[in-house]
């Protein structure tokens, strides 16, 4: 481990072999707050998820996982995870267990998997093969379920990547269409079903834990939601925008936040019946939300603005504006702490800051 020190900000940067470093802070923003920047080195979106309990920051980058503790942003450990790039995190606080999908390597034997990890020691504990490319994950701890989009039109409609084989296929076929859901037992590490009624491309997964639904957006505007127990098919919503992006729940409403950046809105449903219960514009490219449970605040990054946007979830009022990095397209909320994290496209950024009401 080396330290350096950034003279013009007085900043400790921990550099490891690839792992995230502290880039710069600022506090140029309309709500005050003080924005840490991360530097992961890779040009993607690093998914992040949170340990409230621990205070602990779990972040994909382009060789695994880093953990981070939240307070001090130093990196605890890292944790490798084979394949190009992680591309979705989920962490179960009840086992200690991190979830982790990760994008095909593109070599023949190789397909896209789950990998489960312990959380303190980032021992390796499962790989279970789900199929092309995962486009979400997340986990129930309560069912001991976790779930997976599997996204087959990732790779070239004349390839299909299943559980680690290379199968050549006729070019008429559509691997778009054998996108499903997987459900899988989060202590045996089986896969205990696969919902194949996703029609077409899913791009964002999220789950209700108090009602046990499973909600998926995809590419052609539909929400969809299945129950978590039988994977019966709830409701289908029909949005403005071809390409729903992301997907946020309330848990104590039993609603489901929906960004529509191509058309700048964003929708909240009602996880038991899919109806719209309030719509707003936006502006520019509102391309993932986060909810703090605490506050109800809704903060919504907006790729084209580069900023994240504090909101009341009623009437769609902006409360702060937060300049954050370029293009980003990810957001997570520590509900204990209120430390939201944007992930930035462009530049591989992470940036921090605290959510205005705390």
Known sequence: MRLKMLAPLGLAVCVVAGALTVAGVTSSTTSGAAVTTLKVGEPYSPPVVFDPSSGRMFVGDPGGIEVLDEHTRRVLRQIPVPGEYVDGLAFDPATDVLYATSVPSWEPDFGAFLFSFN????????????????????????TATVWVADTPAWVPPSIAYVYGTSSTTPATIDTAALAQLIEVNARTNTIMRSIESVDLFPLALAIDPTTNSVLVSQRGGEVEAFSGATGAHLWSHLTADAEPSSLAVNDAASTVVVTNPNVGTV???????????HSFTLGDSPIAAAIDPHTGRLVVVAAHQNAALEVNPTTGATIARVPVGSYPTLVAIDPTTGLVATSSAKYGTISLFHEGAR
């Open 119 to 142: 959380a303190r020691t980032g021992a390796q504990l499962t790989a279970l093969g789900t199929g092309t490319a995962g486009a979400g994950v997340v986990v129930d701890p309560a």
């Open 267 to 277: 929708a909240t449903l009602s996880v038991a019946t899919g109806k719209v219960l």
